[in-house]
């Protein structure tokens, strides 16, 4: 046992807690009888539960076998083995009388003599407290073994009065501290996984393939379940434990206890109930949840009754409220809806639960009076047995029973808090079969239909499984409505009375050179009016207008040396009110109304006279040199003070001089101790962790100072390392540190390029396999260590695994690193500085730059504590949004989006100076997603532009040609010769369109040197205007070319689809008018052809008669 600690201060707490009671109770009470008390423990493998080895449990954290404790009014007394006292020393320190408990001795024992010397002198501390004729004792505890027979034969022989305790201690230890709630409610996890990841899954298969499993084998499957970590996560398995065998039951047969054992008959499918319970580091949990496969509409009815009264139970289960009065709120609820139903109620609801599953002395039922206590865990269970089902045919199902039951803790004020929180409702637990028949039914409906179990006759799905069921999105949504209306309720609570944005003026110090004037140095050159360096008060003394005036260094700013012509000059800069001080240089004056120097320059001559050793100036030099020594010696000082403001001092770390402490080696360190990288060993002491250099310096990290303790191994990664996030700040290295972390390389950071190797070859193979080996080997070390470290501090430091599978990519400083989600943080550990996230003290997330066109986005962590500046994540990307969003979601966490980047500081002033003001006004309801109105100003955006193949673009290329049509009956009939001239050309071929468009080219640039000689020049642009502007039902838009280049934009419509007479309304040239025109602009694929546009270029555009159209002409010819 010598590796084992025990927690002083939970020990000290708990006894002084049970003194406490035993001093305050009455001479009527059983504990005011007592005069004192007698706790043995033997060695009895089948005894799981017992009074003795709870209260060694609670006290200790461990069972100590063959040992035997009696509790006087002036000390307590411990009889046991060697290994086991040395055990105990840990807690006699000597100032047990600091704490308010008696002393305490540890007795040693003596096999020589079978301790009757040692019993003796028990009976004599017996004797001589209080009356000494009363011994508490817990009566039902009787171990077997040599050392309990003869205690209890020695006990028997002095004839002292015995009575039984156990209901008394059991009230003392039933409030729960932090600690322990913290255990049981892994325990309750641990409980909530086995029935819904394991036990619920495994019934659905059973009635999906119908086939027969007995009870008992299903029960035992449980317990193998228990170890296994597909099922049970974020616990250690070693120190797991049923509570009892799992008890499952259906067919008819039911007994609503918790001492009965599942038998062999095969599971039936009707009503199946199950109760079981899991137990971690000795605390205990239990759930139990009742199926229902095909109930009827009575049923339903019947469960759902259940489910209220189990609630009513649970709101009454109050601190101060006594346990009858709960059991009678129960009673009176059955009686007013379902009075017949009074005689199959459970003959009580439940009972205290702890170290030990069931306490008998706090049940809830008609007898008990003693009063609920904030901090009680009870396990609340209670249902209907024999119930009768009227539509069965089956004998099986003609009785049937209902049994729900949760683990709760009382509360102060309100109703108990659940701490499993397994779904109970009938859609949770119904279980609805379909025959093939009805599939066939619905076989039109399959689309819609949910995915079902199909095999055999029959499938098995649970109701929440119907296509009732709501999205993931809208599920995600709705429950992020209810986290933003409880986070503005919680946080104005929060910050409720509390005042808000007067900081504390930094006050700059002022540091005096010279106390009194006799301090004040009397050298030479003082006296001769020469500036001198007092090294030892860190002062220079100037003279001003003949006077030696000292100045601190601190009041100098900065100096500066220059030389020009014959004199060199030394300038000296003070601190003043209005001159720019340095980050950390203090932000306000003591005295800003005095009087203040600026700035002093001296110059002194470098002409060395004759009989001088050196030149005058060689004073302003030394001075110079000097005062920059000092300058630097006080800064730097001054840095070493402002490192340690903050720091809170730490315990002294309590070495463990045993060899067998849990310890790795060849680790390094981040950030370094020097500049170096220096490897060394850490080691798990008492109370903390010490990291020792190769070259020895020590560093050391206390249980009670690590905030967060991480494990992150080497998968996916370079390095396997430990990552402590602490409470408070450590110095070493002359800094203080928040994030110490020890790692060590798991294979080859960087490659070395220059190897020219076969990638078959033996040696690159070999290396790999030797790499494999490695992370495994060091996986496990630190897996150990882990395991070890939690073991001896009884889970006061717990290390926690980063999901790797859940990981994003992100940038919280410079690099882009990937940020993994672990139990109860967001971190990055392999990049330093590292980023660590405490998801506790988030009050809500931020996403910035969420717009569809941008490939990432930004995530804000706004804290709890508003003077806190907000943590950032930049460039995620977009891809990530859906899974961080789920994760938060799953952790609770509200999160709001918007496409700005928000001044996150301002915010934050605006909300600490007027807290009341901001929620008020809708608090965070601000970062929602925008208005409406927003919305449709977007959507006038969008409608902007149409595109082509669009409805809309249809059906507005529809009324333009209806219109072209109801033009062409106005036209004469030369222009309906023209237009069937066209649609014969629409028939050609590309050899012959590639032909013309050539010849046309030709003859524009024929009619170009006709303009410049000014034969056809006006009549050319006056035609080219003409047919530029009107809206011709040959024209093209401006972009696209009167020669048809590009066949599907040619003019003369080249591919028969689009022709003038057979195309899409859309595609063809007579719907070209102007509101298509701007849109074409964009989509204009070259623009070297402008020179063919008609856009008002008359000199480059021939008229229309000479292009196309002369074809036609020809034609009817």
Known sequence: MSGLSVDKDAFYRRIKRYYSSWKKADEEDVLGKMDAMVVAVGVDEDVVYSKSMAMQTWLFGYELTDCIIVFCEDGMYFLASKKKIEFLRQVENGKENDHGIPSINLVIRDKNDK???????????????????????????????????????????????????SGPLAYVMAPKEESEMKTIQKASQVTMDLFNKYLKQQILDIIDTDRRVKHSKLADGVEEALQNKKYVTGVDTSQLDMCYPAIIQSGGNYSLKFSVVSDKNSLHFGAITIALGARYKSYCSNIVRTLLVEPTEDIQNNYNFLVELEESVITKLQHGVKLCDVYQKAVSVVKAEKPKFLD???????????????????????????????????????GFSGLENKASKDKADKTYALFIGDTVQ???????????????????IGIFLKNESEQDEEEE????????????????????????????????????????????????????????GTEEKKIRKSNVSYKNKSLMPQQSEVKELRIYVDKKYETIILPIFGVPSPFHISTIKNISQSVEGDYTYLRINFYHPGSSLGRNEGGVFLQPDATF???????????????????????????????????????????????????????????????????????????????????????????????????????DILYNNIKHAFFQPCDGEMIILLHFHLKHAIMFGKKKHNDVQLYTEVGEITTDLGKHQHMHDRDDLHAEQAERELRQKLKSAFKSF????????????????????????????????????????????????????????????????????????????????????????????????????EWLNSCDIHYTEGVQSLNWAKILKTIVEDPEGFFDNGGWSFLEPESASEGDDDDSEEDAYVPSGS??????????????????????????????????ESGKDWDELEEEARKADAEAVYEQDDDRRGRTGRQTVSSSKKHGTQKSRHGSTPQKSRHGSTPQKSRHGSTPQKSRHGSTPQKSRHSSGTSKRKHSDKDTPNKKRSRHDSGGRGDNKRPRHDSGDRHSKKKRR
């Open 951 to 984: 409805d809309a673009s249809e059906s507005e290329s529809e009324d333009y040609s209806d219109e072209s049509n109801w033009s062409d009956e106005e036209e004469d009939s030369e222009e309906v010769d023209e237009d069937l001239g066209s649609s014969e």
């Open 445 to 500: 409906e399959k689309e819609e239909a949910p995915i079902l179990l199909g095999r055999g006759r029959r499938t098995t799905v649970l109701e929440s499984r119907t296509r009732t069921e709501i999205s993931a999105e809208e599920k995600r949504q709705n429950k992020q409505k209810e986290l933003a209306e409880k986070l503005n309720e919680e946080a104005k609570e929060r910050l409720k009375g509390q005042t808000g």
């Open 410 to 428: 009382v509360n102060e004020g309100s109703a108990a808090t659940v701490l499993t929180s397994l779904k109970k409702k009938v859609k949770h």
């Open 786 to 885: 882990c395991e070890k470290v939690e073991a001896i501090t009884r889970s006061e430091v717990e290390f926690d695994t980063p999901f790797r599978d859940l990981g994003f990519y992100g940038v919280p400083y410079r690099s882009t690193v990937m940020l993994q989600p672990s139990s109860g943080c967001l971190l990055n550990l392999t990049e330093w500085p590292p980023f660590v996230v405490t998801l506790e003290e988030v009050e809500l997330v931020h996403f910035e730059r969420v717009q569809f066109h941008l490939k990432n986005f930004d995530m804000v962590f706004i804290y709890k504590e508003y003077s806190r500046k907000p943590a950032m994540v930049n460039s995620i990307p977009m891809n990530s949004l859906d899974n961080v969003k």
């Open 115 to 165: 301790d009757k010397g040692n019993f003796q002198k028990l009976m004599d501390a017996i004797k001589s407290s209080k009356k000494g004729k009363t011994v508490g004792e817990f009566s039902k505890d009787k171990f077997p073994g040599d050392f309990m027979t003869a205690w209890r034969t020695v006990l028997d022989k002095e004839s002292f009065e015995k009575i039984d305790v």
């Open 344 to 382: 199959k109620m459970t003959k009580n609801l439940g009972f205290a639960m702890g170290i030990e599953f069931r306490e008998g002395s706090l049940l809830i039922g008609p007898k008990t009076t003693v009063q609920a206590r904030k901090g009680m865990v009870f396990n609340i269970n209670l």
């Open 597 to 699: 120097l600026k700035e002093i320059t001296y110059r002194s001559s470098n002409t060395k006279e004759p009989g001088e050793i050196s030149a005058p100036s060689s004073n302003l030099n030394t001075a110079f040199r000097l005062i920059k020594e000092v300058q630097k010696k006080f800064k730097t000082r001054e840095a070493e003070e402002r490192e340690k403001e903050g720091i809170v001092k730490q315990d002294t770390l309590v070495i463990n001089a045993n060899r067998g402490n849990p310890k790795l080696k060849d680790l390094y360190m981040r950030p370094n101790i020097v500049q170096k990288r220096i490897s060394g060993t850490l080691e798990a002491h008492t109370n903390g962790f010490r990291f020792t250099s190769i070259r020895g310096d020590k560093v």
